[in-house]
């Protein structure tokens, strides 16, 4: 087997051990999976401004966000269902990251509970929440992942109704996965997926699903039918007030939401457009951060979500002004390549492009960087309409 030397390599691990219904709900977006490939693509729209002959034998990835002190600047994103690609997922994703300094959010519609999630993992854990129709089982989560010592709570905004994903709708996909004549080959082809799935736990969003309640749905079916389209703002205050504790948003991108979301008790904004999964056309993640590190102005931390795959990226998001990166692909395709195993070598990738970018750069510490640490490799004036928020004013090449 070829080497594994980066990301793209454990995605194509991944494409060959999994059926193709499954590999497409990881690696597939919306529609015309425009922003899904804006996401990637628009970390090239800056370059790294490299210093030489600066003592760099020391360099630091550590960063703190919310309070809390990670040794990478690594936060698993909030991943439904990964007890499909491999048992117990969310438990093996958890150990791996814990387990190397990088962060853990746990999906509500997770296959595994938080209580769960918090006997294995080494260090606190994050609960990432949609506010159901029903209130009384948001609280009842919110109260859960409490008394199990998350400590901090994460809200999806960007979800009131399930984007339309194509390839899942092409490929027909339930969960649990059925077994069609038109897919027959694929599955057989695989036998080591068939095989775990076949002996290992029950696939459901355990934290979701009831007893009596049926084991055969899809996933915009489930959510279109859980999910509260009704949610605001006050919904926001109402959870931090049962909370109590840190709580970031998750799916910010406009200026002006940032600076509602602060008014509205967010101690974290996470930029975000679900990975390019809900609206296709909207700004990739790392287009829209600056907008929203300026309307934030320092009072609350930001995160990126979206499209990292290098290290690279990770240090331009940080000197674009993000605390950390969530990562949701990288990881997936580990976990569904190797298990635990496959998710640390997704970490531990990042982990030394990281350094290695630190290093030849000419910087010794991630908390140190700013815009001055990056160039835009954009005219002044498209940068400008590139950047700049409704409500946010950015020069046109910072640094």
Same mark, same amino acid.
């Given at each position: ?18 059926? $193709? ?12 999976? &425009? ?21 760099? #034998? ?18 698993? #994103? ?29 999906? !509500? ?29 948001? $609280? ?10 998350? #400590? ?119 930029? #975000? ?8 056309? &909207? ?25 990292? $795959? $290098? ?49 030849? !750069? ?38």
């Amino acid at each position: 087997m070829t080497a594994i030397a980066n990301i793209e390599d454990l995605r194509r691990l991944a494409y060959k051990r999994l059926p $193709r219904v499954l590999f497409d709900y990881i690696d597939g977006g919306a529609q015309n999976e &425009v922003t899904l490939r804006a996401n990637q693509e628009d970390f090239s729209r800056w370059t790294i401004v490299q210093h030489v002959l600066r003592d760099v #034998s020391k360099r630091d990835q550590s960063v703190t966000v919310m309070g809390q002190k990670f040794d990478l600047p690594l936060i698993l #994103s909030p991943t439904g269902m990964t007890g499909l690609f491999w048992p117990d997922g969310a438990l093996e994703a958890a150990r791996a990251a814990t387990g190397l300094g990088a962060g853990f959010c746990l999906s !509500s519609m997770s296959t595994s509970t938080v209580e769960d999630i918090e006997k294995v993992a080494k260090s606190p854990t994050w609960f990432q929440l949609y506010v159901m129709r029903d209130r009384g089982m948001s $609280r009842e989560l919110i109260e859960r992942a409490k008394a199990a010592g998350c #400590s901090a709570l994460v809200l999806t905004v960007d979800l009131a109704l399930q984007g339309q994903r194509d390839r899942d709708v092409h490929n027909g996909l339930t969960i649990p996965p059925t077994l069609r004549v038109s897919n027959l080959l694929d599955f057989a082809t695989r036998p080591g997926w068939v095989w775990r799935y076949l002996t290992g736990p029950k696939v459901v969003p355990a934290s979701l699903v009831k007893p009596g309640q049926s084991s055969l749905f899809t996933i915009a079916g489930y959510v279109n039918s859980q999910f509260d389209q009704s949610v605001t703002w006050k919904d926001i205050e109402w959870a931090k007030s049962i909370w109590g504790g840190p709580l970031a948003l998750k799916g910010i991108l406009d200026p002006g939401d940032a600076k509602a979301a602060i008014d509205h008790g967010a101690d974290a904004l996470i930029v #975000s457009n679900h990975g390019g999964r809900q609206l296709d056309g &909207v700004r990739s993640a790392i287009s829209a951060l600056p907008g929203v590190v300026d309307a934030v102005a320092g009072r609350a931390d930001v995160l990126l979500d979206g499209g990292v $795959r $290098r290290g690279t990226d990770v240090f331009k998001a940080v000197a674009l002004g993000a605390k950390a990166c969530m990562i949701g692909r990288p990881y997936m395709y580990g976990l569904a390549s190797k298990g635990r195993a496959g998710v640390a070598q997704a970490l531990e990738l990042l982990r030394n492009e990281i350094d290695l970018a630190l290093a030849l !750069s000419g910087n010794t510490s991630l908390s140190t960087l700013d815009r001055s640490a990056i160039h835009s490799s954009l005219p002044a004036d498209d940068v400008v309409r590139w950047v700049q928020g409704p409500c946010c004013k950015v020069t046109a090449r910072e640094g």
